[in-house]
């Protein structure tokens, strides 16, 4: 690495005097200079230390580099971002990158692979694709070098100021570093094309229609949503595969297209959607409801599932439920059966239709006013009502749980956004001392408390989660004394591990604790992991963000 971090570092007493006297100072080139001063030092430690006598201390300094070029680089990019804030290289391709590689210190994993690629020690990327990034990795790190120089100069004569040669470095690094980014990232994982990007918005928007439907026909509750129920992310693409082929035909499930032109999530379920598309359209609006139901229930009703969702095409025993619909398929028809599914208020207002919009009746095979010979021969298929409405449980169960596994971080980040537009936007807090009881301590009043919440045992916890002025950090629960999560109450394994919530100190799965946000009365100014519960309830919206983000 010495390539790029080595650079002439000013050794004689004036330099030094004048950084001593730069150490506590504010502005963003004196505290550069610094960084980069402590980058230069490890980087002339390493040169000199000989790995082989004393390898323990090597990977010290290796450690103590990487800490000081993050730092290095989040100074930078707070100087880019007060230099040249509308002539940066857009940021627009990230959303094509998987949500897993957004990670905080992704500028240091790009500086060190163009590191490797210079110096030939990469073999992941093919003979073609190595010879073009080595080409963009020199040019980027001769940049890097060059604005390195540039800024230690303005540091030391005017670090109050951005020259015209500085602005211009530093918009010539960041072109580099955006173009080597997205090179280096492509000929590594697959990313996603626009196309792509436009089918999965798409998709967003029927599950955010579905959520909003569910919610009027009573499947969901708005507790549910705002709680980030775990269940839900088996609930909502279950739902959403209903609405996609039956209320919104022409929607990104329309199977009208070829698979080619559906989203890479659902494509590969083409030939088994369209099986379930059939089925669903012979089903009476009471059969479409205990259908739909049984998909929002199931789940809950055995907690075992949620820990281990079933193996693609096992077989799944339906709700008890389910019992009542021993009749027979077979015709007589009942006279229900091509009714219109569900009430009027199941389908949106096509006025609000976005450029699909809901399925009017009787404008699908299966929905007219008399029974088909098709609706006849897809019901004779099956011995009961029971047999029926099983296998469409199983298959639709099937397909949204293998999203789970297959497009796990596409449908993360689907959700995602739709909790955003779907979830009850936090209230602002009242000004401190706006609500007091006598001779009470008045965070009893304003900390939030969830009703028959385990995680507010009690008003004074959750007076403690809210008070700004506390200093003694949270009471971590042992390891030991903690086998299942705290929210949902899964059973810690190999892969479901544990998490401290920094707020609260209770114990969590990676699912119920995705959240990060400042403690700052806990002496924690930079974001930290925190547990749904806390950053929903009792954390001030203004600071808070996702790990994933």
């Known amino acids: 690495m010495s390539r790029t971090l080595n650079c002439c570092c000013e050794t004689d007493g004036v330099s030094q005097a004048q950084g001593e006297a730069k150490r506590s100072d504010p502005r963003l080139l004196s505290q550069f200079f610094f960084a980069d001063e402590r980058v230069t030092r490890v980087v002339a430690e390493i040169n000199g230390l000989n790995a082989e006598l004393d390898p323990q201390q090597y990977l010290v300094l290796l450690n103590q580099l990487h800490l000081s070029q993050a730092h290095l680089l989040a100074v930078l990019e707070q100087i880019m971002e007060e230099c040249i804030p509308t002539q940066r290289h857009s940021r627009d391709y990230l959303v094509k990158f998987p949500e897993e590689l957004l990670v905080d210190n ?100 029927l599950f955010c229609e579905t959520v909003e439907r569910a919610l009027r026909l009573g499947y969901l509750t708005q507790e549910m949503i705002d709680g980030y129920e775990p269940l839900l992310m088996f609930t909502i693409p279950r739902l959403a595969i209903i609405s996609g082929l039956l209320i919104y035909p022409d929607g990104p499930l329309s199977l009208e297209q070829s698979p080619e032109q559906m989203s890479q999530v659902f494509s590969p379920f083409y030939n088994l959607l ?84 809901p399925q009017s009746p009787g404008s699908s095979p299966g929905l007219n006013a008399t029974p088909t010979a098709h609706c006849l021969e897809l019901r004779s298929r099956y011995s009961s009502t029971k047999d029926m409405l099983h296998t469409l449980f199983v298959c639709i169960s099937g397909v949204a ?90 059973p810690f394994t190999l892969l479901r591990r544990r998490h401290h ?49």
């Open 106 to 205: 992704l500028g240091n994993h790009m500086l060190f692979a163009a590191e490797c690629l210079l110096a030939g020690t990469f073999l992941e990327v093919e003979e073609m694709d190595g010879a073009q990034l080595r080409a963009q990795a020199r040019n980027l790190l001769c940049s890097l070098e060059l604005v390195r120089t540039v800024l230690r100069e303005q540091s030391l004569s005017q670090p109050g100021s951005y020259p015209e040669p500085v602005r211009a470095v530093l918009i010539q690094f960041d072109w580099l570093f955006a173009e080597f980014e997205l090179s280096y990232v492509s000929s590594l994982v697959s990313v996603k094309s626009p196309e792509e990007i436009y089918r999965q918005q798409e998709i967003i928007v």
């Open 274 to 357: 369209k099986k379930i598309r059939d089925l669903l359209q012979v089903l009476s609006m009471e059969e479409l409801c205990l259908l739909e139901r049984s998909l929002c229930t199931a789940e809950s009703e055995d907690p075992c599932v949620l820990a281990t969702p079933p193996a693609w095409g096992a077989a799944m025993d339906p709700p008890a439920h389910w019992g009542l619909l021993e009749v027979p398929c077979a015709p007589p028809l009942p006279p229900t059966c091509t009714a219109r599914l569900g009430p009027s208020s199941a389908v949106d207002d096509p006025g609000t239709a976005r450029r699909w919009g």
């Open 401 to 490: 749980d293998q999203l789970q596994t297959n497009f796990a971080s596409d449908l993360r980040s689907i959700l995602k956004t739709v909790f955003k537009i779907v979830a009850s936007q936090a209230e602002p807090l009242e000004e401190p001392g706006a609500r007091q009881e006598e001779d009470g301590d008045p965070h009893l009043v304003d900390a939030p408390q969830v009703a028959d919440c385990p995680l507010c045992s009690s008003p004074a916890e959750a007076a403690g989660l809210q008070r700004t002025g506390a200093c003694r950090l949270p009471e971590w629960v042992p390891d030991s004394m903690c086998s299942r999560c705290s929210a949902c109450r899964s």
């Open 501 to 549: 919530c920094r707020s609260c100190g209770k114990i969590f799965c990676a699912r119920c604790s995705p959240h990060a946000t400042a403690l700052p009365h806990y002496g924690q100014p930079k974001p930290v992991r925190v547990c749904t519960h806390c950053y929903t309830a009792h954390l001030s919206p203004v600071p808070r963000r996702t790990r994933s983000q």
